[in-house]
Every structure is written in structure tokens, then in C-alpha cells.
Antibody, heavy 117, light 107 residues
Framework: EVQLVESGGGLVQPGGSLSLSCSASGITFNNYWMHWVRQIPGKGLVWVSRIQSDGSSTNYADSVEGRFTISRDNTRNTLYLQMNSLRAEDTAVYYC??????????WGQGTVVTVSS | DIQMTQSPSTLSAFVGDRVTITCRASQSIGTWLAWYQQKPGKAPKLLIYTASNLETGVPSRFSGSGSGTEFTLTINRLQPDDLATYYCQQGNGFPWTFGQGTKVEIK
């Protein structure tokens, strides 16, 4: 089945860390850029980070630069997001998404991250 | 950053109507514009990419047009299943940015 499945979300205290994973199946994972996009419940979509197909290049939103790290393991068809120094404003649903033609053409179901004491 | 502004924020229409959503970019993005449909509790779904290309499996009543800074999403013959929030998104330069969304309601 063609799908992206996120995991690793949960409740974490401010200043804490969390690591998200996104497992891809049914696609040639190493052909595609991959992204993380987040959404505060009831609010809009915000792009977080992107990694090139071979992992050689990354980009981050200003709001997470220096705190979040995107990576991938093409042998395991898995995308990662290491989130450090978490803040309340990082609370959101985090989606992994496949990038193609300047768009996100495939999305996971999302994983919820809650930063609260 | 490139700002994306959608209008209207909410629209209400009858089944069978033609509805149009506009998205404006703060600078030219060529045709690097995508449209998504998001239903409550679900991930977004790609409808249109590169401004006017219909994603595989998306009904042909959805269409997109525009280039540069002004773009439109048109839904012909609105259906009850089209109740959702629609977002535009530019993929011309990082950070990729989204419009604030347009909520489509059925009268």
C-alpha cells in the first residue's frame, strides 16, 4: 500500500525534546524530497522543513531553525524530525509529506505534539 | 518570505453552484502554485499543482488557473462532498508558504 505513516508524537514539557518518524511504503522513497508540515488545531498549515532526496540539502522555517533537525534513512525508507528546545508554540499536528512539482502530493495522517507543563 | 493571501475566508454556496477562490502572492511565483482540500480531522489532499494541473483522481469539476501573482481555484457544480477548507501554497522559494484557507460551506 502506498502510504506515509508518522509516529513519535506525544506530550513533552517546554524545553524538552521529541523525535518524530515517518515511514514510507509503496513509493521509491529515495527519489523524492520530503517535508514536514505542521498545523495548530483549527488553524492553517505551516511548512516546517525539507530534505533533498539524497539528504544532501535541508531547509527550515525561521521559527524552528537551530532547534529542529530533519534527516532521512533511505535504506529504511524513513524520514525523521528531531525537535529540541520545544516551546508551547510548537504544539501542533505534524505531517510528513512528499514533495513533487513544488507541491505536497502525498501526506501522512499526522502525529500530535503537545508541549505543556 | 512570500505571503499568500486567499479570498474569501469563508463562502457559502448551493449544491450545483460554481465557486471561485482567489489566491494572491506577494511577489511573482510563476506557476509554482498548488491547491489543497482539507476535511475536518484529515490530512490535506492535493487537488491542483503548477497552477493548473489536476492531480490524478481529482474530479474534473476542480480547475485552477493563473500565473505570476494571481491564481484561482474553481469548483464547478459544487457537491456536498466539497464541504472543506481549501488552501493555496507556493512552491517557488523557501519557505514554502500557504494561504490562510477558505472554508466552503453548503447552503
Amino acid at each position: 500500500e502506498v502510504q506515509l505513516v508518522e509516529s513519535g508524537g506525544g506530550l513533552v514539557q517546554p524545553g524538552g525534546s521529541l523525535s518524530l518518524s515517518c515511514s514510507a511504503s509503496g513509493i521509491t522513497f529515495n527519489n523524492y524530497w520530503m517535508h514536514w508540515v505542521r498545523q495548530i488545531p483549527g488553524k492553517g498549515l505551516v511548512w516546517v522543513s525539507r530534505i533533498q532526496s539524497d539528504g544532501s540539502s535541508t531547509n527550515y522555517a525561521d521559527s524552528v531553525e537551530g532547534r529542529f533537525t530533519i534527516s532521512r534513512d533511505n535504506t529504511r525508507n524513513t524520514l525523521y524530525l528531531q525537535m529540541n528546545s520545544l516551546r508551547a508554540e510548537d504544539t501542533a499536528v505534524y505531517y510528513c509529506a512528499r514533495g513533487q512539482w513544488g507541491a505536497f502530493d502525498m501526506w501522512g495522517q499526522g502525529t500530535v505534539v503537545t508541549v505543556s507543563s | 518570505d512570500i505571503q499568500m493571501t486567499q479570498s474569501p475566508s469563508t463562502l457559502s454556496a448551493f449544491v450545483g453552484d460554481r465557486v471561485t477562490i482567489t489566491c494572491r502572492a506577494s511577489q511573482s511565483i510563476g506557476t509554482w502554485l498548488a491547491w489543497y482540500q482539507q476535511k475536518p480531522g484529515k490530512a490535506p489532499k492535493l487537488l491542483i499543482y503548477t497552477a493548473s494541473n489536476l492531480e490524478t483522481g481529482v474530479p474534473s469539476r476542480f480547475s485552477g488557473s493563473g500565473s505570476g501573482t494571481e491564481f484561482t481555484l474553481t469548483i464547478n457544480r459544487l457537491q456536498p462532498d466539497d464541504l472543506a477548507t481549501y488552501y493555496c501554497q507556493q512552491g517557488n522559494g523557501f519557505p514554502w508558504t500557504f494561504g490562510q484557507g477558505t472554508k466552503v460551506e453548503i447552503k
